[in-house]
């Protein structure tokens, strides 16, 4: 039995197109798909092999949550850090520093996200995954490591620059305070050094003291004085001897002697014996009438001595004015000095507060996981490109096919006359 006719040589160009003439066509022509197949398959197995091998890197971000001024913390979204890094700016100056943007391989920030650079966020995680592919194992690390510290410093400088307004103006008057600080603590110990009032303060105390033991010097004069007059007072009224009068009438001789007659004033009218000893009294005046000249002599030696050396009277009116007026200046200084210190305190930690907040408002960016050294190249996956190949070839196989049925149907069309 004879095939059927091709709807190609169907001479009613009017007749409309059915699925099955679609098919049709493409067996009509299906070397031409096989063909194309073929040589696609082939042609993508053939760059497969000769293409260069390709070394992956991996690096793990990880993107903490922020928290409110109540402590809650906010849900993190790691899809943030994409943007930040696939930055063209960052991705310049990563190739920069690896010079890859020289030859051999003279990628630009375009080309190198296009082709080599993967970043994305794990579903369901606060991580982001950065892959880089590059020819050079050792490049593919540094690479990797590279874009993954410069996209945390990046964050943070975002981070900080959302609160910079106060965090900027908390840190120009904490630094002025620090410079008050340090310049009221360098003119305390300045004028500590030049004063020397500890030095100052024991002069006057030395003084002081001096002058209490001048004035008990006076008053001891004063009192030797006293005991000496009252003990000259004494000695004056005491005679040097005592003289004692006994009277003898006690004995039987002197009665006899008394009862024999006497004519005239020779009469015995009695008998007395008188004798004379050292006043023991006035003998111990006169040892403290000694001792008291000699100690008021001392005294009064002591006291001209102390005129003359210390100066006692003279020397402590204008040394404890200068000492006064030394401790007023270091009072003054001492309460600036304390006066700068709080300030310079509460302002630093008016800034630290602010900084605290806004890291805690802020998310927190660290890496997790350094990238590490490929030991394998990634596979040239042949079967793969050869089947996307293939299947591409197919289809353009197919393509041509239709359009040739187009073709074919165009050309059975009658022509029309001009004028008709």
């Known amino acids: 039995m004879p095939p059927p006719p091709s709807p190609f040589a169907s001479t009613d160009p009017a007749r409309e197109l059915e699925l099955i003439d ?63 890094v696939k930055s063209t700016t960052l991705l310049s100056a990563v190739l920069a520093h690896l010079k890859l943007d020289q030859p051999p391989y003279s990628l630009t920030a375009e080309r190198f996200l296009a082709a080599h650079l993967v970043a994305e966020p794990i579903v ?32 943070r400088q975002i981070n900080q620059a959302e609160g910079g307004g106060m965090e ?14 340090a310049a009221a603590e360098a003119a305390l110990k300045a004028f500590r050094t030049r004063a020397q009032i500890e030095l100052l303060r024991k002069d006057v105390d030395a003084s002081l003291g001096q002058r209490g033991a001048f004035l008990q010097v006076l008053v001891d004069i004063s009192a030797e004085r006293g005991r000496l007059a009252r003990a000259e007072a004494e000695v004056s009224q005491r005679p ?15 009665l006899q002697e008394a009862a024999r007659p006497r004519g005239g004033e020779d009469a015995l009218v009695g008998l007395s014996v008188q004798s004379q000893q050292v006043n023991t009294a ?30 006692v009277s003279s020397a402590q009116l204008p040394l404890l004015t200068t000492l006064y007026e030394r401790e007023a200046a270091l009072t003054r200084l001492q309460l600036e000095f304390d006066v700068a210190r709080k300030a310079f305190e509460e302002a630093s930690t008016s800034y630290q507060v602010a900084r605290m907040r806004t ?10 996981e350094k990238a590490a050294r490929p030991n394998a190249p990634q596979s040239r996956r042949v079967v793969r490109n050869t ?33 008709a």
Not at 56 to 63: D, M, P, Q, T
């Open 22 to 84: 679609y098919f049709a066509a493409i067996l009509d022509r299906r070397w031409l798909v096989a063909g194309l197949a073929l040589g696609m398959a082939a042609l993508a197995a053939v760059l497969s092999l000769l293409s260069p091998r390709q070394y992956e890197a991996a690096g793990l971000l990880s993107v903490m949550p922020a928290r409110l001024e109540s402590g809650v913390p906010v849900e993190a979204v790691p899809e943030t850090m994409v943007p930040v």
């Open 124 to 155: 369901r995680t606060s991580f982001v995954e950065v892959r880089v592919t590059l020819p050079d194992a050792d490049l593919a690390r540094r690479a990797v490591d590279e874009i993954v510290a410069r996209a945390v410093e990046q964050s």
């Open 168 to 181: 900027a103006r908390l840190r120009q008057v904490a630094e002025e305070g620090e410079r008050r600080f």
């Open 240 to 254: 040097e001897l005592d003289t004692t009068v006994e009277s003898i009438t006690q004995g039987r001789a002197t």
């Open 282 to 311: 006035r003998k111990e005046l006169d040892v403290q009438l000694g001792e008291s000249r000699t100690k008021l002599a001392a005294l009064e030696k002591q006291r001209d001595r102390m005129l003359e050396v210390a100066q």
């Open 359 to 368: 890291a805690l408002r802020s998310p927190f960016v660290q890496v997790v």
């Open 387 to 419: 089947a996307v190949g293939f299947v591409a070839g197919a289809t353009l196989g197919c393509l041509a096919a239709l359009g040739a049925l187009a073709m074919a149907r165009m050309a059975l069309l009658p022509t029309r006359r001009p004028g």
